[in-house]
């Protein structure tokens, strides 16, 4: 595998992992714009076990997870009593935050930046990001995902039904954050430097972007957008010129004709008739 395809593809891999830390409070009927300050917690966190602890890679990162899963308990209890806009603007600000406590954090190099010893090599990063994708289809097939599917569609009926309505949201914001860190920590280790600078409010809406795109209707949807959003820009490379104004009208007209995304439940439904029909 050369150089240049092993860099796309562990891209594609922090882009999935990020992808799928959005996506878990989507479900829930949550737009969290704050991803990117959940993943610098994980970076942060792991890289200085690492560098000032000696602590082995394999035990820094779950750490760094935890440490941002714990945040968003802490954080989301309060901020999840917003709705709408109103929650994406919180989850922006508490995004902007983070991002400059670590910018204004000598311990771990300010805005200089802060190198980090150990690597985590690409197969490495493919494995992080093949066990999230595992972890959520894990998920898909459980009692979590027809509650989370719930508290979206009806709040209301939800809670009748006797389902915590809050604690869901609390659980899937936790737990989306919780991945957005363990995505960080591999990144940090990966590069082997962190910076602020890199977890800005951009890198949060790009991710957004790839779960709207490929749909929340279905587990699948975060990974087929954050895939298209990584290597169709790359495949248009040739037209250097152009390729940016092509894919941002091919992304209008798509969206103006499909908003629901790329990958819904009732396509989902009609390959499986379709593959059932073949085999039969």
């Known amino acids: 595998m050369s150089g240049y395809l092993t860099g796309v593809l562990v891209v594609l891999a922090f882009n999935v992992i990020a992808a ?6 989507l479900a829930a009927g949550q737009l969290n714009l704050g991803i990117a300050g959940f993943m610098a917690i994980g970076a942060y966190g792991a890289a200085f076990l690492t560098n000032e602890y000696a602590w082995p890679l394999w035990a820094a990162v779950p750490v760094g997870a ?23 603007m919180a989850t922006f600000a508490l995004g902007q935050v983070i991002s400059a406590i670590f910018l204004n954090l000598e311990v771990v190099g300010g805005a200089a930046g802060y190198p980090v010893t150990d690597y985590a090599g690409p197969y490495a990063v493919f494995a992080a990001a093949g066990g999230v994708v595992a972890l959520m289809l894990l998920i898909s097939r459980t009692r979590f995902q027809l509650y989370l599917t719930a508290v979206k569609s009806d709040p209301t009926v939800a809670d009748l039904m006797g389902i915590s309505v809050r604690g869901m949201q609390v659980a899937a914001f936790a737990l989306g954050a919780a991945v957005a860190g363990f995505g960080g920590a591999f990144y940090a280790h990966h590069y082997n430097f962190v910076e602020a ?56 007209l798509f969206m103006a004709v499909r908003p629901q995304g790329l990958v819904t439940a009732a396509l989902l439904r009609m390959f499986r008739r379709r593959t059932a029909e073949g085999e039969a």
């Open 20 to 25: 799928y830390a959005v996506y878990l409070p």
């Open 66 to 88: 935890a440490a941002a899963g714990l945040t968003g308990i802490l954080i989301g209890i309060p901020v999840l009593r917003t709705h709408g806009i109103y929650l994406a």
């Open 197 to 252: 600078q890199h977890f800005s409010v951009l890198l949060s809406v790009y991710t957004v972007l790839y779960v709207l795109f490929g749909g929340t209707q279905t587990v699948w949807g975060p990974l087929v957008g954050a895939a298209f959003f990584t290597l169709v820009p790359e495949l248009l490379r040739a037209s250097n010129e152009w390729r940016y104004a092509l894919f941002a009208v091919f992304i209008i």
